[in-house]
Each structure stands twice: as structure tokens, then as C-alpha cells.
């Protein structure tokens, strides 16, 4: 029913390309109507045209973002669009620099001119560049995404954009446990978040139900805990093999998105006990478990195998993950006593750091001094949380993901028909209107590193469910990390401006009756 709707939209919208008249004076979109919204926009008259005689200019360094973007313009356009080192004066081109220093764009930022006789991006590095051609992308007509090739004026709003990142960690995260996505769902996902500027993908690789990520010293995790029938309710099953995960971790820093793996410690393990009967406290192997409860799991404290069991996993994990986090989990151990839950991640956190990796966990971990250099993810309902603001007056830095504003699992509305409700319905209104620098007391915006939407997937099965959850909420969460300011109505127009382009891209996104749609 959602695709059928989706394939709908696109048919009206292919008619009216058609009729549109080719030589519409006007560039059909806004310089401003961009999501995240950027930081300063400056329009002015002359447009950019993209002709047949167009090219991408690029130094070698940056030839990798110069022909993704190549990629994305030649279906729609059918230019050739060559990517050269230098192009012959007086030849209109793109022109990508990535040597630019200037110091308040960052690692991220770009600054974009167009005029009628080219344009210009320029940044500090390739992943300024990047985000910067998400941006230009977006201020082409919607077409350009049709993967086909259209009638359309290929026509850019002339101005200067300069546009930097308010938080460092814009994240989104998968839950790959519950229901196994495949490596290419995975990377769909990597594609559409990407061009939010969405720059990690976090995956929950573990839980109770099942094992998705392969460990050599412990095999026993996947053949047994990824096996097929091990997805909520039985659906499913399935595993990422080491070469899978590499090759996901290649293809998201491709498009400058950092994967940061989950393995949940002391509870939600009860796969891996299923798998390994000697990492309960009896050693009786529990059954395996396909419903959907939390909280009954937990390692066995005192056996010394469960710290030989942590750090063979952290251990493989790490030296297969090249960026900076690895997540220890360590949320709703209701099995575990406090003093256990604290003894175990005084012991844990620092294997994190001793193969070289900043340790994350959800916010439970704050309970234990060793959370102090570590990241702790707010998952909570709540507008304070002592226990949190106390280990961030001794140092934790904190993603924010609070589960009634950020938890894109939740149903929009009592007739949405996937999705969880107990953090309350989640409209795309609910998911935008509050501040990460300022929601939490005792917080403050300096110890906040970003902005993370988790999907958990107990209601999903497949890349329509995940596309229909997390868009436009996934938008709105990213113009958080990324946007100094906020505007609803802003928000609401330039969404609404961009959902042709899901459609073209056959992107099966929830029409929200509070977005003001194109067309
Ligand atoms: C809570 S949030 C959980 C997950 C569930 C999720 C469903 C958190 C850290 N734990 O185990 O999947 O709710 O919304």
C-alpha cells in the first residue's frame, strides 16, 4: 500500500515534468531549500546552467567525490560531465577544490559559489567536499534523481552558500539483531542517510535473539545465534561475515559515514548464552528466544570467562573497525545487580581503550568511573538524569538520542501500522522541535557531541519498513546535528520540497499530513 502510493506520486510527477515548459525561466529551486538548512545563504541573480559542454573539475586528491558526484548527475541529465584535472579557460565547470584552509569550515564545511559561469566548491578536505555536493545535488531540479533521462532545465540558483557542522556526530543506528538487514539494505541506508550529512552508522550487532557479526574465537556466536529463525517471531536469521563488514565499512567511508559497531554487554546476550552455555552463571544453555522482552539476560559477573569472552570480541571487532568508537551496549540490565552492572563495566570499558578505540555505551554506563572517558548515549524520557550529569561533570561526553524525540522505532501515529509506542507516537514535528544543546539539565552543549536516531528492529523486515520509519524523521534529527538554527516552518517547506526526490528514487517515505509536500 506505502509503495503503491509512492509509485503514484511518481507518475504525477513524470506527467508534470513532461508538460513543464523546457525553457521555465526560473532555476526550480530555492538556493535556501536545502535540508540540513546551511549556515549562511547568500542568492543572487545569475544562475548556472548544466549544458552538454559541462565538466567536473577536480585535483587528483579529490577525484573520488568529483565522479560520485559525475554519478549522480549523468543518469538524469545524459551528459558526459568528464572529470578533469583543469579544464580549458572559458569552459563552464564545476569546480571542486579541497585545499582551500579556512579555518571555521572545518573538517566538514564547504563554501559554494554559483554564477552563470561556473561554480566553485571549495573546502578544507574531500569530506567538506562531500557534504558540499549534497548540497548541490539538493539545488538541482528533483529530477535529477530520476535514474533516467529526463526533460528538465539542469538550472542551479546562482549565489554563495557557506555551510559547517554544529556537532561533530550526526548518527543514525540500525538494529541488525532483531531483524537481520542484508549488506546491500545496509547500504541503501548508508546512501540516503549520507545525503543528510549524516556521517555515522551505528549497528546493533547483538541481542537476545540473535548474533549478526562474525568472531573467529568464537564461532559458535553466528553458526548458532545468526542462524536462520533467529529474527523476532522467527522471521530471519543471518550474519555478517568479517569480509561483509569490512566491505560496509569501506562503502559508508566512501560517502564519509564512519561505522561504529554495538556488541550489548552484560544483558541482551542471550544468543550468544544460547550459542555459549558457559557464559551463564549455571552453565545451563537458556533457550533460544524470538519474542521481543527486554531485561531477563545477563553475563555471568564472577566467571573470569565472561572478561576472555568481552575482550576476544572487542578485541576482533576493533581491529576490524578503522573509526574512533566501539559500543559496549550496557542498557536495561535489569538481571544484573548495580553492583555487578558497575564491577563489569569497570573491567570492560578499559579493553575498549586498550585496542585503541573510544568507548560508547548507552547511558546506563555512567554508573561506573571508568564511564568517565567514555560516551554515553541518552536514551531517556526525561529532561535530567543525575547520574549522567554528574559523570559529565567528570568528563563523559554525550550523544543524544532521547527515546521520545529520537527513537525513529516509534509509530508516528496510533494508525501507523509498524513501529513501537512506548516512548509515545513521534510525528515529524516531535522529532525536530527540541535542542541537543540544551534538553538535558546539567548538559551542556560542550559536552554534547551530537545527535543519533536509532531504528530498532523488532517491528521491521525489510528496506521499505526501515525507509518508511526513518524518513522525514531521519531528516529532521540530521538538521539538528547539523543547523545552528531551527525553524519548523522552515523545515516543514523544504522537506516538503525534497520528497519528490525519495520518490524518484523509489525511497518508500511516510507522507506526513504536518509536511507541506511539492506537487
Ligand atoms: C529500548 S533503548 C531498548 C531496545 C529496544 C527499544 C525499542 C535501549 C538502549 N534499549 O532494547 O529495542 O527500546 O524501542
Known sequence: MRTRLAALLACVMSLTVVSAPAEAARPAV???????????????????????????????????????????????????????????????????????????????????????????????????????????????????????????????????????????YRGAMLDVARHFHTPDEIKRYVDEISRFKVNHLHLHLSDDQGWRIQIDSWPRLTTVGGAPGTGVDGAGGGYLTKAD??????????????????????????????????????????????????????????????YRFAEDVIRELAAMTPGPYLHIGGDEAHATTDADYVAFQER????????????????????????????????????????????VAAGTKVIMSPANRAYIDMKYDSTTPIGLSWAGYIEVRTAYDWDPGTHLAGVPESAVLGVEAPLWSETLRDLDDIEFLAFPRLAALAELGWSPARDWESFRTRIGAYGPRWTYRGVDFYPSPQIAWAG
Open 245 to 306: 563488514y569490512r566491505d560496509l565499512v569501506r562503502y559508508a567511508a566512501d560517502r564519509y559515514v564512519t561505522i561504529v559497531p554495538e556488541i550489548d554487554m552484560p544483558g541482551h546476550v542471550n544468543a550468544a548464552q544460547v550459542a555459549y552455555p558457559e557464559l551463564t552463571c549455571d552453565g545451563v544453555a537458556p533457550p533460544p528466544r524470538t519474542d521481543t522482552a527486554v531485561g531477563y539476560s545477563s553475563l555471568c559477573i564472577g566467571k573470569e570467562v565472561t
Open 30 to 168: 530555492a538556493l535556501g531549500s536545502v535540508v540540513p538548512a546551511p549556515v549562511q545563504v547568500r542568492p543572487h541573480g545569475s544562475a548556472f546552467r548544466l549544458t552538454a559542454s559541462t565538466v567536473i573539475e577536480a585535483p587528483p586528491s579529490a577525484r573520488g567525490v568529483a565522479g560520485r558526484l559525475a554519478q549522480a548527475l549523468r543518469p538524469a541529465t545524459g551528459y558526459r560531465l568528464p572529470v578533469v584535472h583543469r579544464s580549458r579557460p572559458g569552459t563552464p565547470a564545476i569546480a571542486l577544490s579541497s585545499s582551500h584552509s579556512e579555518a571555521r569550515l572545518g573538517a566538514e564545511g564547504y563554501r559554494l559559489g554559483v554564477r552563470a559561469s561556473g561554480i566553485t566548491l571549495r573546502a578544507n578536505g574531500n569530506a567538506g567536499l562531500f557534504a558540499g555536493v549534497q548540497t548541490l545535488l539538493q539545488l538541482l531540479p528533483p529530477e535529477i534523481d530520476a535514474g533516467t533521462p529526463q526533460r528538465s532545465r539542469w538550472t542551479v540558483p546562482g549565489g554563495e552558500i557557506v555551510d559547517h557542522p554544529r556537532f561533530a
Open 348 to 391: 570492560v570499558l578499559p579493553l575498549v581503550t586498550k585496542y585503541g578505540k573510544i568507548a560508547y555505551g548507552w547511558n546506563e554506563i555512567a554508573q561506573a568511573p571508568a564511564a568517565h572517558r567514555a560516551i554515553a548515549q541518552y536514551w531517556g524520557l526525561a529532561t535530567e538524569n543525575a547520574t549522567l550529569t554528574a559523570a
